[in-house]
């Protein structure tokens, strides 16, 4: 299922044809790209409430048919952005959200003695989605044309998905691993408290997950929306060769979804957030001057190994500092940060190369959003309630 709904995360090979078939610029065609990101964070919010409500299956199902259609739909988008805004943008966008939501919270609540290696093998799949999409994509497009690429990729994403969805069910009310309790350092990292979405929103600890979310993915999906094209400009490479790099960061971002999860049951969450802050602005300090195309595809390897941390990471991180008891509700709504990260680092992205024709000055304005963002990490801690008052009504385990 998340490798179907990562797919998206090929956006940059589309989007030199795209501009080409409309004649527009490359932040409009963009636009596209930041309307799907800006709804699947609000649909897995959506996602999480009728989760708790009905159960993951049929969430799962509605995923797949809204996703695979909007793709198909984009094909009819010959002639008109606005089509392609509606279709691979909002529709699409619905159907990822409502998905990628699904394993996440859904995973939690069967390892709960695992979270960061669960949630970074589940979220692996959709960082990875992008590694054969790109590939394929790129020679369907160069031989029957970009709009009949999305008629056969949209059949392709609803058969996989809501195949995917049959499987989807929660574990028992009340379940967990025989004879497990969290250790003493889990404790440490963890509140204690299972609270409910009112309980969380009261925290400045969520607030505070979210900016970190927000930031990690303002950095990390400007380098995806415009891997092939920056390719391109910087080492000077052919559209093939540059196609390779969304491939690539592919890689990167499903690898680092593991990693640096693993990582993160090892040293705490907030340490993993500290470093790769302070890693990215390091690597987008270096990134104007990546001339050649092997070194500028492992400085943007390493960059989007770090934006997919940020996913593998962030759902257990929600559920030590808030419970996993109502992960859904309050890890969809944290996706929120997706949605605005995902609408800004694009935009400013293209805003700036519009402006100046070169990608130095983006560079170095996320650089420093990375410096600051270090500082977020570092003060964040668990949120220490006074009272139980905050405790959830449990979810219900229905299929």
Same mark, same amino acid.
């Given at each position: 299922?998340?490798?179907?709904?990562?797919?998206?995360?090929?956006?940059?090979?589309?989007? #030199?044809?795209?501009?080409?078939?409309?004649?527009?610029?490359? #932040?409009?065609?963009?636009? #596209?790209?930041?309307?799907?990101?800006?709804?699947?964070?609000?649909?897995?919010?959506?996602?999480?409430?009728?989760?708790?409500?009905?159960?993951?299956?049929?969430?799962?199902?509605? $995923? =797949?048919? %809204?996703? /695979?259609?909007?793709?198909?739909? @984009?094909?009819?988008?010959?002639?008109?952005? &606005?089509?392609?805004?509606?279709?691979?943008?909002?529709?699409?966008?619905? =159907?990822?959200?409502?998905?990628?939501?699904?394993?996440?919270? #859904? %995973?939690?609540?069967?390892? *709960?003695?695992?979270?960061?290696?669960? &949630?970074?093998?589940?979220?692996? +799949?959709?960082? +990875?989605?992008?590694?054969?999409?790109? %590939?394929?994509?790129?020679?369907?497009?160069?031989?029957?044309?970009?709009?009949? &690429?999305?008629?056969?990729? /949209?059949?392709?994403?609803?058969?996989?998905?809501?195949? @995917?969805?049959?499987?989807?069910?929660?574990?028992?009310?009340?379940?967990?691993?025989?004879?497990?309790? *969290?250790?003493?350092?889990?404790?440490?990292?963890?509140?204690?408290?299972?609270?409910?979405? /009112?309980?969380?929103?009261?925290?400045?600890?969520?607030?505070?997950?979210?900016?970190?979310?927000?930031?990690?993915?303002?950095?990390?999906?400007?380098?995806?929306?415009?891997?092939?094209?920056?390719?391109?400009?910087?080492?000077?490479?052919?559209?093939?060769?540059?196609?390779?790099?969304?491939?690539?960061?592919?890689?990167?971002?499903?690898?680092?979804?593991?990693?640096?999860?693993?990582?993160?049951?090892?040293?705490?969450?907030?340490?993993?957030?500290?470093?790769?802050?302070?890693?990215?602005?390091?690597?987008?300090?270096? %990134?104007?001057?990546?001339? $050649?195309?092997?070194?500028?595809?492992?400085?943007?390897?390493?960059?989007?190994?770090?934006?997919?941390?940020?996913?593998?990471?962030?759902?257990?991180? &929600? $559920?030590?500092?808030?419970?996993?008891?109502?992960?859904?509700?309050?890890?969809?709504l944290l996706l929120t940060?997706?949605?605005? +990260?995902?609408?800004?680092?694009?935009?400013?992205?293209?805003?700036?190369?519009?402006?100046?024709?070169?990608?130095?000055?983006?560079?170095?304005?996320?650089?420093?959003?990375?410096?600051?963002?270090a500082v977020v990490a570092?003060?964040?801690?668990?949120?220490?309630?006074?009272?139980?008052?905050?405790?959830?009504?449990?979810?219900?385990?229905?299929?």
């Amino acid at each position: 299922m998340q490798v179907a709904l990562g797919a998206v995360y090929a956006w940059s090979v589309f989007r #030199t044809p795209l501009t080409e078939q409309y004649g527009a610029s490359v #932040t409009a065609v963009n636009t #596209t790209f930041s309307i799907t990101i800006f709804t699947l964070g609000f649909a897995a919010f959506a996602g999480g409430l009728w989760m708790a409500r009905s159960g993951p299956r049929i969430v799962a199902i509605t $995923a =797949g048919v %809204l996703y /695979g259609l909007g793709i198909f739909l @984009a094909s009819f988008a010959g002639n008109s952005l &606005t089509v392609l805004y509606l279709t691979y943008g909002l529709l699409a966008g619905a =159907g990822i959200g409502l998905g990628y939501i699904v394993p996440v919270a #859904t %995973l939690i609540k069967w390892f *709960p003695d695992k979270r960061g290696f669960i &949630t970074g093998i589940a979220v692996a +799949g959709f960082g +990875g989605g992008a590694f054969v999409t790109a %590939l394929v994509a790129e020679r369907l497009v160069s031989s029957i044309g970009i709009f009949q &690429t999305f008629s056969i990729l /949209g059949v392709i994403y609803l058969i996989m998905v809501v195949g @995917a969805a049959l499987f989807m069910k929660n574990p028992p009310e009340g379940w967990k691993p025989e004879g497990w309790e *969290p250790d003493t350092a889990q404790r440490g990292d963890r509140s204690g408290v299972e609270y409910d979405l /009112g309980g969380a929103l009261k925290r400045w600890q969520w607030f505070a997950l979210w900016a970190l979310l927000f930031l990690n993915v303002t950095a990390g999906i400007s380098i995806i929306a415009e891997a092939a094209p920056m390719a391109q400009s910087i080492a000077g490479v052919s559209a093939v060769v540059a196609a390779g790099l969304a491939s690539i960061i592919s890689i990167g971002n499903a690898l680092g979804r593991f990693f640096w999860a693993w990582l993160s049951d090892a040293i705490g969450r907030k340490w993993v957030f500290f470093v790769m802050f302070l890693l990215q602005a390091v690597l987008f300090f270096i %990134l104007p001057f990546a001339t $050649a195309f092997v070194f500028l595809a492992v400085l943007s390897f390493i960059i989007i190994s770090c934006y997919g941390g940020g996913f593998g990471t962030m759902p257990a991180f &929600t $559920a030590d500092y808030f419970g996993s008891t109502n992960v859904g509700k309050i890890y969809g709504l944290l996706l929120t940060a997706w949605s605005f +990260g995902g609408v800004l680092g694009p935009l400013l992205i293209s805003y700036i190369l519009d402006s100046t024709k070169s990608y130095t000055l983006a560079f170095y304005i996320i650089a420093g959003i990375m410096l600051a963002s270090a500082v977020v990490a570092f003060i964040i801690r668990p949120p220490r309630a006074e009272s139980r008052a905050d405790a959830p009504q449990a979810e219900g385990a229905r299929a």
